[in-house]
Protein backbone atom coordinates (compact mmCIF):
# COMPACT_ATOMS: atom_id res chain seq x y z
CA UNK A 1 0.00 0.00 0.00
CA UNK A 2 1.33 3.28 -1.14
CA UNK A 3 2.18 6.17 1.48
CA UNK A 4 2.46 8.91 -1.12
CA UNK A 5 0.34 9.17 -4.21
CA UNK A 6 2.99 10.72 -6.92
CA UNK A 7 2.22 12.40 -10.21
CA UNK A 8 4.68 13.23 -12.73
CA UNK A 9 5.56 17.02 -14.07
CA UNK A 10 3.88 16.20 -17.19
CA UNK A 11 0.60 16.31 -15.15
CA UNK A 12 0.57 19.46 -13.55
CA UNK A 13 -2.70 20.63 -14.68
CA UNK A 14 -3.00 22.25 -18.05
CA UNK A 15 -6.16 24.46 -16.83
CA UNK A 16 -7.88 25.81 -14.26
CA UNK A 17 -11.07 24.89 -13.32
CA UNK A 18 -13.58 27.78 -13.24
CA UNK A 19 -16.89 27.27 -11.18
CA UNK A 20 -18.65 30.51 -12.40
CA UNK A 21 -20.52 28.69 -15.19
CA UNK A 22 -21.82 26.29 -12.54
CA UNK A 23 -23.15 27.88 -9.93
CA UNK A 24 -26.29 27.97 -8.68
CA UNK A 25 -27.76 30.97 -10.01
CA UNK A 26 -26.42 34.19 -11.04
CA UNK A 27 -23.45 36.19 -8.79
CA UNK A 28 -23.91 39.07 -7.46
CA UNK A 29 -22.60 42.30 -8.43
CA UNK A 30 -19.55 43.82 -7.22
CA UNK A 31 -20.14 47.29 -5.62
CA UNK A 32 -17.68 50.09 -5.93
CA UNK A 33 -17.23 51.44 -2.44
CA UNK A 34 -17.45 55.17 -3.00
CA UNK A 35 -20.00 55.15 -5.92
CA UNK A 36 -21.89 52.40 -4.55
CA UNK A 37 -22.66 51.25 -8.11
CA UNK A 38 -21.31 47.81 -9.47
CA UNK A 39 -17.70 48.19 -10.33
CA UNK A 40 -16.31 47.98 -13.91
CA UNK A 41 -13.65 46.67 -15.12
CA UNK A 42 -12.22 50.66 -15.53
CA UNK A 43 -12.17 50.70 -12.31
CA UNK A 44 -10.32 47.80 -11.58
CA UNK A 45 -7.48 48.64 -13.68
CA UNK A 46 -5.67 50.97 -11.45
CA UNK A 47 -5.20 48.01 -8.98
CA UNK A 48 -5.05 44.63 -10.82
CA UNK A 49 -3.83 43.50 -14.68
CA UNK A 50 -6.34 43.28 -17.57
CA UNK A 51 -5.61 39.16 -17.55
CA UNK A 52 -6.81 38.66 -13.85
CA UNK A 53 -9.87 41.29 -14.37
CA UNK A 54 -11.07 39.13 -17.12
CA UNK A 55 -10.50 36.17 -14.86
CA UNK A 56 -12.55 37.29 -11.99
CA UNK A 57 -15.82 37.54 -14.19
CA UNK A 58 -15.21 34.90 -16.50
CA UNK A 59 -17.86 32.63 -18.12
CA UNK A 60 -15.59 29.87 -19.45
CA UNK A 61 -15.29 26.56 -17.22
CA UNK A 62 -11.64 25.64 -18.05
CA UNK A 63 -8.87 28.37 -18.35
CA UNK A 64 -5.65 27.55 -19.55
CA UNK A 65 -2.83 27.77 -17.46
CA UNK A 66 -0.05 29.93 -19.26
CA UNK A 67 3.58 27.42 -19.86
CA UNK A 68 5.63 30.07 -18.55
CA UNK A 69 3.52 29.34 -15.04
CA UNK A 70 3.50 25.55 -15.07
CA UNK A 71 7.19 25.85 -15.53
CA UNK A 72 7.15 27.54 -12.32
CA UNK A 73 4.88 25.24 -10.66
CA UNK A 74 7.47 22.59 -11.74
CA UNK A 75 9.44 23.95 -8.76
CA UNK A 76 6.74 21.92 -5.83
CA UNK A 77 3.73 20.17 -8.44
CA UNK A 78 2.08 18.38 -8.65
CA UNK A 79 2.05 18.31 -4.68
CA UNK A 80 2.41 14.77 -3.26
CA UNK A 81 -0.95 13.34 -1.73
CA UNK A 82 -0.80 11.15 0.89
CA UNK A 83 -2.59 8.21 2.95
CA UNK A 84 -2.41 8.84 6.54
CA UNK A 85 -1.85 4.89 7.55
CA UNK A 86 -0.76 6.03 11.12
CA UNK A 87 -3.30 8.59 11.80
CA UNK A 88 -5.77 6.14 10.86
CA UNK A 89 -4.30 3.27 13.16
CA UNK A 90 -3.76 5.63 16.19
CA UNK A 91 -7.48 6.95 15.70
CA UNK A 92 -8.73 3.18 15.08
CA UNK A 93 -11.06 4.51 12.11
CA UNK A 94 -12.40 2.54 9.33
CA UNK A 95 -12.19 5.48 7.27
CA UNK A 96 -9.54 6.09 4.60
CA UNK A 97 -8.19 9.41 5.37
CA UNK A 98 -5.94 11.37 2.31
CA UNK A 99 -4.40 14.54 2.38
CA UNK A 100 -3.16 16.66 -0.24
CA UNK A 101 0.11 18.39 1.19
CA UNK A 102 0.40 22.12 -0.03
CA UNK A 103 3.25 22.77 2.31
CA UNK A 104 5.97 21.85 0.00
CA UNK A 105 6.52 25.01 -1.48
CA UNK A 106 8.84 27.35 -1.38
CA UNK A 107 7.21 29.69 0.92
CA UNK A 108 5.31 26.57 2.96
CA UNK A 109 1.79 26.63 1.48
CA UNK A 110 -0.53 27.03 -1.10
CA UNK A 111 -0.23 30.32 -1.32
CA UNK A 112 2.36 30.54 -4.30
CA UNK A 113 -0.61 28.79 -6.27
CA UNK A 114 -1.93 31.94 -7.26
CA UNK A 115 0.73 34.30 -6.55
CA UNK A 116 2.85 32.69 -9.65
CA UNK A 117 0.00 33.09 -12.06
CA UNK A 118 -0.70 36.69 -10.39
CA UNK A 119 3.11 37.82 -10.58
CA UNK A 120 3.14 36.53 -14.67
CA UNK A 121 -0.45 38.18 -15.65
CA UNK A 122 1.26 41.30 -14.32
CA UNK A 123 4.63 40.45 -16.22
CA UNK A 124 3.24 40.32 -19.12
CA UNK A 125 0.51 43.42 -18.66
CA UNK A 126 4.17 46.16 -18.20
CA UNK A 127 3.72 46.00 -14.23
CA UNK A 128 7.26 47.03 -12.85
CA UNK A 129 6.24 46.89 -9.53
CA UNK A 130 3.55 44.89 -6.95
CA UNK A 131 2.09 46.07 -3.49
CA UNK A 132 0.70 43.76 -0.91
CA UNK A 133 0.22 43.79 2.35
CA UNK A 134 0.70 40.60 4.53
CA UNK A 135 -0.33 39.91 8.23
CA UNK A 136 1.49 37.19 9.48
CA UNK A 137 3.43 36.84 6.24
CA UNK A 138 2.85 33.74 4.68
CA UNK A 139 1.13 35.69 1.50
CA UNK A 140 3.79 38.32 1.85
CA UNK A 141 6.28 35.47 1.68
CA UNK A 142 4.45 33.70 -1.33
CA UNK A 143 3.98 36.86 -3.27
CA UNK A 144 8.31 37.62 -2.76
CA UNK A 145 8.90 34.76 -3.91
CA UNK A 146 6.69 35.33 -7.10
CA UNK A 147 7.92 38.50 -7.70
CA UNK A 148 11.70 37.12 -7.70
CA UNK A 149 10.26 34.18 -10.41
CA UNK A 150 8.89 37.06 -12.86
CA UNK A 151 11.68 39.75 -11.97
CA UNK A 152 9.35 42.09 -10.61
CA UNK A 153 9.64 44.65 -7.55
CA UNK A 154 7.91 43.73 -4.56
CA UNK A 155 6.14 45.78 -2.00
CA UNK A 156 5.09 44.10 1.54
CA UNK A 157 3.38 46.00 3.63
CA UNK A 158 3.44 43.85 6.89
CA UNK A 159 1.19 44.73 10.05
CA UNK A 160 3.59 46.09 12.83
CA UNK A 161 2.77 43.76 15.61
CA UNK A 162 4.13 40.94 13.37
CA UNK A 163 6.79 42.69 11.93
CA UNK A 164 8.34 43.05 15.33
CA UNK A 165 7.28 39.85 16.66
CA UNK A 166 7.44 37.42 13.79
CA UNK A 167 10.80 38.21 12.41
CA UNK A 168 11.57 34.90 10.16
CA UNK A 169 8.73 35.34 7.70
CA UNK A 170 9.69 39.11 7.12
CA UNK A 171 13.08 37.45 6.73
CA UNK A 172 11.97 35.33 3.82
CA UNK A 173 10.31 38.25 2.20
CA UNK A 174 13.51 40.15 2.46
CA UNK A 175 15.57 36.74 1.51
CA UNK A 176 13.40 37.47 -2.14
CA UNK A 177 14.44 40.87 -2.76
CA UNK A 178 10.87 42.31 -1.09
CA UNK A 179 11.15 45.87 0.35
CA UNK A 180 9.40 44.88 3.34
CA UNK A 181 7.42 48.17 5.31
CA UNK A 182 6.04 47.87 8.66
CA UNK A 183 2.21 48.91 9.00
CA UNK A 184 1.01 52.00 9.39
CA UNK A 185 3.97 53.82 7.99
CA UNK A 186 4.31 56.91 6.73
CA UNK A 187 4.62 56.39 2.81
CA UNK A 188 1.16 56.74 2.63
CA UNK A 189 -1.93 59.14 3.47
CA UNK A 190 -4.19 55.93 4.82
CA UNK A 191 -0.74 55.49 7.19
CA UNK A 192 0.25 58.81 7.95
CA UNK A 193 -3.78 59.74 9.02
CA UNK A 194 -2.96 56.75 11.76
CA UNK A 195 0.16 57.60 12.84
CA UNK A 196 -1.16 61.13 13.65
CA UNK A 197 -3.89 59.56 15.67
CA UNK A 198 -2.13 56.79 17.34
CA UNK A 199 1.81 56.68 17.07
CA UNK A 200 2.16 53.77 18.95
CA UNK A 201 -0.34 51.65 16.79
CA UNK A 202 0.35 48.15 15.87
CA UNK A 203 -1.49 48.45 13.17
CA UNK A 204 -4.10 45.98 11.10
CA UNK A 205 -4.51 44.18 8.21
CA UNK A 206 -7.09 46.51 7.81
CA UNK A 207 -4.69 49.39 7.54
CA UNK A 208 -2.26 47.32 5.46
CA UNK A 209 -4.57 46.93 3.20
CA UNK A 210 -5.45 50.43 2.70
CA UNK A 211 -1.57 51.42 2.38
CA UNK A 212 -0.74 48.82 -0.42
CA UNK A 213 -4.04 50.08 -2.49
CA UNK A 214 -2.88 53.65 -2.32
CA UNK A 215 0.63 52.55 -3.38
CA UNK A 216 -0.82 50.72 -6.30
CA UNK A 217 -3.37 53.13 -7.40
CA UNK A 218 -1.08 56.03 -6.68
CA UNK A 219 1.68 54.28 -8.70
CA UNK A 220 1.16 53.85 -12.93
CA UNK A 221 3.87 51.15 -12.99
CA UNK A 222 2.40 49.20 -10.05
CA UNK A 223 -0.39 47.24 -9.14
CA UNK A 224 -1.73 45.09 -6.11
CA UNK A 225 -1.89 41.75 -5.38
CA UNK A 226 -4.66 39.76 -2.94
CA UNK A 227 -4.05 36.11 -1.60
CA UNK A 228 -7.54 34.85 -1.18
CA UNK A 229 -11.06 35.95 -1.02
CA UNK A 230 -11.50 37.08 -4.85
CA UNK A 231 -12.52 35.12 -7.48
CA UNK A 232 -8.86 34.15 -9.83
CA UNK A 233 -7.45 33.77 -6.46
CA UNK A 234 -9.71 30.40 -6.15
CA UNK A 235 -9.48 30.03 -10.38
CA UNK A 236 -5.87 29.56 -9.82
CA UNK A 237 -5.77 27.30 -6.22
CA UNK A 238 -7.76 24.44 -8.07
CA UNK A 239 -4.41 22.68 -9.14
CA UNK A 240 -5.04 21.37 -5.60
CA UNK A 241 -8.19 19.61 -6.17
CA UNK A 242 -7.98 18.51 -10.08
CA UNK A 243 -4.59 16.88 -8.97
CA UNK A 244 -6.12 15.35 -6.02
CA UNK A 245 -8.98 13.97 -7.90
CA UNK A 246 -6.27 12.21 -10.53
CA UNK A 247 -4.03 11.22 -7.84
CA UNK A 248 -7.43 9.31 -5.71
CA UNK A 249 -8.26 7.74 -9.29
CA UNK A 250 -5.05 6.09 -9.48
CA UNK A 251 -5.81 4.15 -5.75
CA UNK A 252 -9.77 3.69 -7.20
CA UNK A 253 -11.08 6.17 -4.24
CA UNK A 254 -13.27 9.14 -4.40
CA UNK A 255 -13.65 10.89 -1.16
CA UNK A 256 -17.02 10.72 0.58
CA UNK A 257 -15.67 13.99 2.05
CA UNK A 258 -13.63 16.97 1.46
CA UNK A 259 -12.35 19.21 3.93
CA UNK A 260 -10.28 22.11 3.72
CA UNK A 261 -9.72 25.25 6.44
CA UNK A 262 -11.07 28.51 5.39
CA UNK A 263 -9.49 31.78 6.41
CA UNK A 264 -10.69 33.81 3.01
CA UNK A 265 -11.45 30.73 1.24
CA UNK A 266 -8.96 30.17 -1.01
CA UNK A 267 -7.16 26.84 -0.24
CA UNK A 268 -10.71 25.78 0.65
CA UNK A 269 -12.31 25.97 -3.19
CA UNK A 270 -8.65 25.03 -4.32
CA UNK A 271 -9.74 21.48 -3.18
CA UNK A 272 -12.99 21.88 -3.02
CA UNK A 273 -14.59 23.17 -6.72
CA UNK A 274 -13.02 20.63 -9.01
CA UNK A 275 -15.87 18.29 -6.74
CA UNK A 276 -18.38 20.61 -6.93
CA UNK A 277 -18.11 20.28 -10.51
CA UNK A 278 -18.95 16.26 -9.29
CA UNK A 279 -21.47 17.12 -6.55
CA UNK A 280 -23.86 19.45 -9.74
CA UNK A 281 -23.46 16.48 -11.69
CA UNK A 282 -25.29 14.39 -9.10
CA UNK A 283 -22.52 13.08 -7.60
CA UNK A 284 -22.60 12.93 -3.72
CA UNK A 285 -19.86 14.11 -2.43
CA UNK A 286 -19.72 16.36 1.25
CA UNK A 287 -17.77 19.55 1.13
CA UNK A 288 -16.64 21.21 4.42
CA UNK A 289 -15.45 24.60 5.54
CA UNK A 290 -13.24 24.42 8.78
CA UNK A 291 -13.26 28.09 10.23
CA UNK A 292 -11.99 28.92 14.16
CA UNK A 293 -15.50 29.88 16.52
CA UNK A 294 -13.50 33.06 17.48
CA UNK A 295 -13.95 34.22 13.87
CA UNK A 296 -17.19 32.04 12.87
CA UNK A 297 -17.81 33.78 9.52
CA UNK A 298 -19.40 31.00 7.78
CA UNK A 299 -21.54 29.35 10.74
CA UNK A 300 -22.47 32.91 12.48
CA UNK A 301 -22.18 35.77 10.11
CA UNK A 302 -24.48 36.89 7.53
CA UNK A 303 -25.08 36.60 3.86
CA UNK A 304 -25.02 39.82 3.17
CA UNK A 305 -23.54 43.13 1.53
CA UNK A 306 -20.40 44.27 3.48
CA UNK A 307 -16.77 46.15 2.24
CA UNK A 308 -13.58 44.41 1.79
CA UNK A 309 -11.74 45.96 4.19
CA UNK A 310 -12.11 47.65 7.56
CA UNK A 311 -11.21 51.15 5.82
CA UNK A 312 -14.01 51.15 3.40
CA UNK A 313 -12.01 51.57 0.45
CA UNK A 314 -12.29 47.85 -1.17
CA UNK A 315 -15.19 47.13 -3.15
CA UNK A 316 -18.43 45.73 -1.37
CA UNK A 317 -19.09 42.09 -1.76
CA UNK A 318 -21.89 39.85 -1.62
CA UNK A 319 -20.16 37.39 0.91
CA UNK A 320 -20.91 35.74 4.51
CA UNK A 321 -19.22 38.91 6.98
CA UNK A 322 -19.17 39.43 10.47
CA UNK A 323 -18.92 42.87 9.62
CA UNK A 324 -16.00 45.29 8.47
CA UNK A 325 -15.25 46.33 11.76
CA UNK A 326 -15.21 43.35 13.19
CA UNK A 327 -11.92 42.62 15.41
CA UNK A 328 -11.57 39.02 15.51
CA UNK A 329 -9.09 37.86 18.97
CA UNK A 330 -5.77 37.62 18.54
CA UNK A 331 -5.95 33.77 17.87
CA UNK A 332 -2.82 31.75 16.66
CA UNK A 333 -4.40 30.93 13.28
CA UNK A 334 -3.64 34.33 11.62
CA UNK A 335 -5.07 33.22 8.43
CA UNK A 336 -8.22 32.67 9.46
CA UNK A 337 -8.80 36.06 11.21
CA UNK A 338 -10.45 37.80 8.06
CA UNK A 339 -13.61 39.14 8.65
CA UNK A 340 -15.75 38.16 5.49
CA UNK A 341 -15.45 35.25 3.37
CA UNK A 342 -14.81 34.54 -0.68
CA UNK A 343 -18.14 35.70 -2.48
CA UNK A 344 -17.92 31.98 -4.37
CA UNK A 345 -17.92 30.15 -1.71
CA UNK A 346 -20.20 31.98 0.00
CA UNK A 347 -23.30 31.57 -2.37
CA UNK A 348 -22.13 27.82 -2.25
CA UNK A 349 -22.72 27.75 1.77
CA UNK A 350 -25.67 29.68 0.85
CA UNK A 351 -27.39 27.36 -1.27
CA UNK A 352 -26.54 24.44 1.06
CA UNK A 353 -23.36 23.09 -1.42
CA UNK A 354 -20.80 23.22 0.97
CA UNK A 355 -21.15 22.89 4.81
CA UNK A 356 -19.35 24.69 7.59
CA UNK A 357 -18.64 23.76 10.87
CA UNK A 358 -16.58 26.08 13.26
CA UNK A 359 -14.05 24.42 16.35
CA UNK A 360 -11.86 26.13 19.30
CA UNK A 361 -7.88 26.26 18.54
CA UNK A 362 -6.89 24.51 21.27
CA UNK A 363 -8.97 21.08 19.73
CA UNK A 364 -7.13 22.21 16.53
CA UNK A 365 -3.80 22.23 18.37
CA UNK A 366 -4.66 18.58 19.75
CA UNK A 367 -5.43 17.73 16.63
CA UNK A 368 -2.21 19.02 15.13
CA UNK A 369 0.09 17.54 17.46
CA UNK A 370 -1.72 13.92 17.06
CA UNK A 371 -1.25 14.30 13.30
CA UNK A 372 2.25 15.21 14.03
CA UNK A 373 3.07 12.76 16.29
CA UNK A 374 1.68 10.05 13.75
CA UNK A 375 2.39 11.72 10.35
CA UNK A 376 5.58 13.76 10.51
CA UNK A 377 4.70 16.67 9.34
CA UNK A 378 3.85 19.88 11.60
CA UNK A 379 1.05 21.28 10.43
CA UNK A 380 0.45 25.15 10.45
CA UNK A 381 -2.00 26.43 12.59
CA UNK A 382 -4.45 27.32 10.05
CA UNK A 383 -4.25 23.90 8.08
CA UNK A 384 -4.84 22.05 12.09
CA UNK A 385 -8.62 23.02 11.45
CA UNK A 386 -8.86 20.97 8.68
CA UNK A 387 -7.09 18.15 10.58
CA UNK A 388 -9.61 19.07 13.54
CA UNK A 389 -12.57 18.12 11.07
CA UNK A 390 -10.99 15.16 9.25
CA UNK A 391 -9.97 13.20 12.78
CA UNK A 392 -13.73 14.02 13.85
CA UNK A 393 -15.12 12.27 10.81
CA UNK A 394 -13.05 9.64 11.10
CA UNK A 395 -13.99 9.04 15.04
CA UNK A 396 -17.82 10.13 13.86
CA UNK A 397 -17.52 6.61 11.12
CA UNK A 398 -15.43 4.76 13.68
CA UNK A 399 -18.83 5.51 16.01
CA UNK A 400 -21.27 4.21 13.47
CA UNK A 401 -18.94 1.46 12.01
CA UNK A 402 -18.62 2.97 8.43
CA UNK A 403 -16.05 2.96 6.05
CA UNK A 404 -15.74 6.69 4.44
CA UNK A 405 -13.22 8.27 2.60
CA UNK A 406 -12.04 11.21 3.87
CA UNK A 407 -9.92 13.90 1.89
CA UNK A 408 -8.23 17.08 3.46
CA UNK A 409 -6.16 20.14 2.51
CA UNK A 410 -2.80 20.32 4.45
CA UNK A 411 -2.67 23.94 3.51
CA UNK A 412 0.99 24.21 5.05
CA UNK A 413 3.65 23.34 7.51
CA UNK A 414 4.31 25.20 10.73
CA UNK A 415 7.99 25.08 10.86
CA UNK A 416 7.83 29.38 11.17
CA UNK A 417 4.71 29.36 13.68
CA UNK A 418 6.65 27.25 16.49
CA UNK A 419 5.49 30.18 18.53
CA UNK A 420 1.75 28.85 18.79
CA UNK A 421 2.95 25.61 19.38
CA UNK A 422 4.99 27.28 22.56
CA UNK A 423 1.91 28.67 22.97
CA UNK A 424 -0.38 25.86 23.55
CA UNK A 425 1.98 23.68 25.39
CA UNK A 426 2.98 26.43 27.78
CA UNK A 427 -0.44 26.52 28.41
CA UNK A 428 -1.35 30.02 27.09
CA UNK A 429 -3.48 29.15 24.47
CA UNK A 430 -7.43 29.98 25.44
CA UNK A 431 -10.88 29.24 23.53
CA UNK A 432 -12.37 32.61 22.97
CA UNK A 433 -16.05 32.69 23.85
CA UNK A 434 -17.55 33.21 20.28
CA UNK A 435 -17.69 36.94 20.33
CA UNK A 436 -21.62 37.58 20.00
CA UNK A 437 -21.84 41.10 21.25
CA UNK A 438 -19.00 42.03 19.08
CA UNK A 439 -20.77 40.49 15.86
CA UNK A 440 -23.94 41.72 16.61
CA UNK A 441 -22.32 45.19 16.82
CA UNK A 442 -20.34 44.82 13.78
CA UNK A 443 -23.65 43.66 11.83
CA UNK A 444 -25.46 46.93 12.30
CA UNK A 445 -22.73 48.97 10.58
CA UNK A 446 -23.12 46.92 7.08
CA UNK A 447 -23.59 49.50 4.00
CA UNK A 448 -27.12 49.82 2.19
CA UNK A 449 -26.83 48.50 -0.90
CA UNK A 450 -29.66 46.74 -2.56
CA UNK A 451 -28.91 44.43 -6.05
C1 LIG B 1 -3.33 31.94 4.41
C2 LIG B 1 -3.47 30.54 4.84
C3 LIG B 1 -4.74 29.94 5.03
C4 LIG B 1 -6.04 30.69 4.93
O1 LIG B 1 -6.32 31.27 3.71
P1 LIG B 1 -7.44 30.70 2.70
O2 LIG B 1 -7.51 31.74 1.65
O3 LIG B 1 -8.71 30.53 3.46
O4 LIG B 1 -6.92 29.42 2.18
C5 LIG B 1 -4.78 28.60 5.36
N1 LIG B 1 -3.66 27.88 5.52
C6 LIG B 1 -2.43 28.41 5.35
C7 LIG B 1 -1.24 27.56 5.55
C8 LIG B 1 -2.30 29.76 5.01
O5 LIG B 1 -1.08 30.29 4.85
Request: hydrophobic letters at 40%; glycine letters at 8%; one cysteine or more.
Amino acid sequence: MNTKILLGEDRIPKQWYNIIPDMPGPLAPVIHPGTLQPVTPDDLLPLFPMGLIEQEVSSQRWIDIPDEVREVYKLWRPAPLYRAHRLEKVLGTPAKIYYKYEGGSPAGSHKPNTAIPQAYYNKIFGTKRIATETGAGQWGSAMSFACQMFGLACTVYMVKVSFNQKPYRKSMMQLWGSNVIPSPSDRTNAGRAILAQFPDSNGSLGIAISEAVEDAATHEDTRYALGSVLNHVCLHQTVIGIEAKEQLALVNAYPDVVIGCHGGGSNFAGIAFPFAADKANGKNVRLLAMEPTSCPTLTKGVYEFDYGDTAKMAPIAKMYTLGHDFMPPGIHAGGLRYHGASPLVSQLVNAGVVEARAVAQKGCFEAAVMFSCAEGIIPAPESSHAIRGAIDEALQAKEEGKEKTILFCLSGHGQVDMTAYDAYFSGQLEDYEYPAEAIRESLSHLPKVSF
